[in-house]
Protein backbone atom coordinates (compact mmCIF):
# COMPACT_ATOMS: atom_id res chain seq x y z
CA UNK A 1 0.00 0.00 0.00
CA UNK A 2 1.09 3.13 -0.90
CA UNK A 3 1.14 7.02 0.61
CA UNK A 4 -1.44 8.43 -0.96
CA UNK A 5 -3.96 4.95 -0.96
CA UNK A 6 -3.48 5.47 3.25
CA UNK A 7 -3.71 9.09 3.35
CA UNK A 8 -7.08 8.48 1.67
CA UNK A 9 -8.19 5.64 4.08
CA UNK A 10 -6.57 7.54 7.50
CA UNK A 11 -8.72 10.56 6.30
CA UNK A 12 -11.75 8.61 5.72
CA UNK A 13 -11.55 7.52 8.93
CA UNK A 14 -11.29 10.67 10.49
CA UNK A 15 -14.10 12.06 9.23
CA UNK A 16 -15.75 8.72 10.06
CA UNK A 17 -15.04 9.87 13.64
CA UNK A 18 -16.17 13.51 13.19
CA UNK A 19 -19.26 12.34 11.32
CA UNK A 20 -19.86 10.56 14.80
CA UNK A 21 -19.31 13.32 17.27
CA UNK A 22 -21.49 15.48 14.85
CA UNK A 23 -23.89 13.12 15.30
CA UNK A 24 -23.68 12.76 19.18
CA UNK A 25 -24.04 16.20 19.37
CA UNK A 26 -27.32 16.34 17.30
CA UNK A 27 -28.33 13.58 19.67
CA UNK A 28 -27.30 16.02 22.80
CA UNK A 29 -28.70 18.87 21.04
CA UNK A 30 -31.95 17.65 20.57
CA UNK A 31 -32.99 15.33 24.34
CA UNK A 32 -31.05 16.91 26.73
CA UNK A 33 -30.43 20.56 25.64
CA UNK A 34 -34.00 20.71 23.77
CA UNK A 35 -32.69 22.89 21.19
CA UNK A 36 -33.62 20.59 18.53
CA UNK A 37 -31.82 19.47 15.03
CA UNK A 38 -30.29 22.35 13.11
CA UNK A 39 -30.60 21.32 9.32
CA UNK A 40 -27.13 22.43 8.82
CA UNK A 41 -25.97 20.48 11.84
CA UNK A 42 -27.64 17.33 9.70
CA UNK A 43 -26.21 18.43 6.33
CA UNK A 44 -22.92 18.77 7.89
CA UNK A 45 -22.77 15.31 9.83
CA UNK A 46 -24.53 13.76 6.17
CA UNK A 47 -21.91 14.93 4.35
CA UNK A 48 -18.90 14.35 6.37
CA UNK A 49 -19.96 10.73 6.40
CA UNK A 50 -21.13 10.19 3.05
CA UNK A 51 -18.32 12.48 0.97
CA UNK A 52 -15.64 12.39 4.13
CA UNK A 53 -15.78 8.76 5.39
CA UNK A 54 -17.34 6.56 2.55
CA UNK A 55 -16.69 8.08 -0.74
CA UNK A 56 -12.67 8.88 0.20
CA UNK A 57 -12.35 5.39 1.76
CA UNK A 58 -13.82 3.97 -1.88
CA UNK A 59 -11.37 6.10 -3.61
CA UNK A 60 -8.79 4.92 -1.42
CA UNK A 61 -9.79 1.49 -1.70
CA UNK A 62 -9.80 1.42 -5.86
CA UNK A 63 -6.52 3.02 -5.99
CA UNK A 64 -4.85 0.59 -3.94
CA UNK A 65 -6.89 -2.41 -5.94
CA UNK A 66 -7.25 -1.83 -8.95
CA UNK A 67 -4.57 -3.22 -11.65
CA UNK A 68 -1.84 -0.43 -12.65
CA UNK A 69 -2.52 1.67 -15.20
CA UNK A 70 -1.47 0.75 -18.68
CA UNK A 71 1.55 1.45 -20.47
CA UNK A 72 -0.11 3.62 -22.77
CA UNK A 73 -3.06 5.18 -20.32
CA UNK A 74 -2.57 8.42 -20.42
CA UNK A 75 -5.35 9.83 -18.01
CA UNK A 76 -3.67 8.12 -15.48
CA UNK A 77 -0.91 10.59 -13.36
CA UNK A 78 -0.11 9.60 -9.83
CA UNK A 79 0.84 13.29 -9.27
CA UNK A 80 -3.01 14.54 -10.18
CA UNK A 81 -4.23 11.64 -7.30
CA UNK A 82 -2.65 13.21 -4.76
CA UNK A 83 -3.33 16.91 -6.27
CA UNK A 84 -7.19 15.39 -5.73
CA UNK A 85 -6.43 14.00 -2.61
CA UNK A 86 -5.30 17.07 -0.87
CA UNK A 87 -7.86 19.35 -2.51
CA UNK A 88 -11.16 16.61 -1.51
CA UNK A 89 -9.52 16.88 2.12
CA UNK A 90 -9.79 20.45 1.78
CA UNK A 91 -13.02 21.15 0.37
CA UNK A 92 -14.50 18.65 2.81
CA UNK A 93 -13.40 19.65 5.38
CA UNK A 94 -14.30 23.21 4.80
CA UNK A 95 -17.83 22.42 3.79
CA UNK A 96 -18.53 20.79 7.05
CA UNK A 97 -16.92 23.50 9.32
CA UNK A 98 -19.00 26.00 7.23
CA UNK A 99 -21.87 24.18 7.14
CA UNK A 100 -21.79 23.56 10.64
CA UNK A 101 -21.30 27.52 11.15
CA UNK A 102 -23.80 27.99 9.53
CA UNK A 103 -26.35 26.71 11.91
CA UNK A 104 -24.77 29.36 14.34
CA UNK A 105 -24.06 32.13 12.36
CA UNK A 106 -25.29 32.86 8.46
CA UNK A 107 -23.79 35.29 6.40
CA UNK A 108 -23.44 35.59 2.55
CA UNK A 109 -19.48 34.47 3.14
CA UNK A 110 -20.29 31.37 4.80
CA UNK A 111 -22.76 30.33 1.92
CA UNK A 112 -20.16 31.49 -0.51
CA UNK A 113 -17.36 29.02 1.18
CA UNK A 114 -20.17 26.64 1.06
CA UNK A 115 -20.95 26.62 -2.59
CA UNK A 116 -16.94 27.10 -3.27
CA UNK A 117 -16.42 23.66 -1.19
CA UNK A 118 -18.96 21.82 -2.71
CA UNK A 119 -17.64 22.83 -6.20
CA UNK A 120 -13.76 21.58 -5.54
CA UNK A 121 -15.41 18.64 -4.18
CA UNK A 122 -17.10 17.65 -7.31
CA UNK A 123 -14.59 18.58 -9.49
CA UNK A 124 -12.19 16.58 -7.45
CA UNK A 125 -14.22 13.64 -7.35
CA UNK A 126 -14.84 13.91 -11.02
CA UNK A 127 -11.01 14.40 -11.84
CA UNK A 128 -10.26 10.98 -9.52
CA UNK A 129 -12.75 8.82 -11.62
CA UNK A 130 -11.40 10.37 -14.62
CA UNK A 131 -7.83 9.42 -14.26
CA UNK A 132 -8.80 6.26 -12.74
CA UNK A 133 -11.16 5.34 -16.08
CA UNK A 134 -8.08 2.85 -17.32
CA UNK A 135 -7.49 1.11 -14.29
CA UNK A 136 -11.00 -0.01 -14.19
CA UNK A 137 -11.02 -3.13 -15.95
CA UNK A 138 -10.84 -7.21 -15.78
CA UNK A 139 -7.39 -8.71 -15.49
CA UNK A 140 -7.34 -12.11 -15.87
CA UNK A 141 -11.03 -12.89 -15.46
CA UNK A 142 -11.53 -12.19 -19.25
CA UNK A 143 -9.34 -15.31 -20.26
CA UNK A 144 -10.84 -17.69 -17.24
CA UNK A 145 -14.51 -16.50 -18.92
CA UNK A 146 -13.23 -17.60 -22.29
CA UNK A 147 -12.21 -21.38 -20.96
CA UNK A 148 -15.32 -21.37 -19.42
CA UNK A 149 -14.97 -21.04 -15.86
CA UNK A 150 -18.31 -19.61 -13.99
CA UNK A 151 -17.99 -17.41 -11.18
Not at 43 to 72: E, N, Q
Not at 113 to 132: D, E, G, K, P, R
Amino acid sequence: MFTTVRYFIKTSIIFLVVGLLSGLFLLLAKYYFGVGYSPQVITAHTHIILIGSVMMMIMGVALWFFPRAAKTDKRYNPDLISIVYWVLMLSTSARFVMQFLSAFYSDDWVVLLITLSSVLQVLSIALFFYSMWGRIRAVGSQYREAKGEKF
